[in-house]
């Protein structure tokens, strides 16, 4: 796995929190959202080592954005996370960058893969057994972002963060 992460101009000094949670009036914040992109190679354990990456972001964009993630939204970033990777491991032979930018309004999640054929949205369906994570990544987001690119595809997902 190689990393790269660009952090903000002017990042934050440290998060001032009121007692509410909220951050305090005259805090700066950054000048531009964090941005991280890890590049995998598909290898066995690549999904759980995303989620990994995930949770180091949501922590720097806590302390650099003064963002509020919540346990719930944090599980709900990583199950985002965990079923675009599955979809391009099963679908397209493997992903092999997971990209996260974020504010303290949101976080967008985007996994890049090699095939430039589009996913499937199929209608919901109780009774089917599996092939439910998009609707799963449909169901937690603002957004869905879908890209052809040179070498393959982009799938995304904007999730919001609570205020």
Do not use: Q
Not at 23 to 51: E, I, K, M, Q, Y
Request: charged fraction near 20%.
């Amino acid at each position: 796995m190689n990393e790269h992460t660009t952090t903000a101009l002017y990042p934050a000094v440290g998060c001032v929190r009121a007692a509410d949670g909220a951050a305090a009036a005259g805090h700066a914040a950054p000048a531009r959202p964090l941005h991280h992109t890890a590049h995998f190679d598909g290898t066995p354990g690549s999904v759980a080592a995303a989620r990994a990456v995930t949770t180091r972001f949501l922590h720097r964009l806590s302390a650099e954005w003064c963002a509020h993630v919540p346990e719930r939204t944090t599980g709900d970033l990583h199950l985002v996370v965990s079923e675009l990777a599955t979809n391009a491991e099963r679908h397209a032979g493997g992903f092999h960058a997971l990209e996260l930018t974020g504010d303290a309004t949101h976080v967008v999640v985007t996994v890049h893969d090699t095939s430039p054929e589009a996913p499937s949205f199929p209608a919901p369906d109780p009774a089917r057994v599996g092939g439910h994570g998009l609707e799963i990544v449909r169901a937690l987001s603002r957004e869905i972002r879908l890209a052809r690119t040179p070498g393959g595809k982009s799938v995304g997902a904007v999730i919001d963060l609570p205020r």
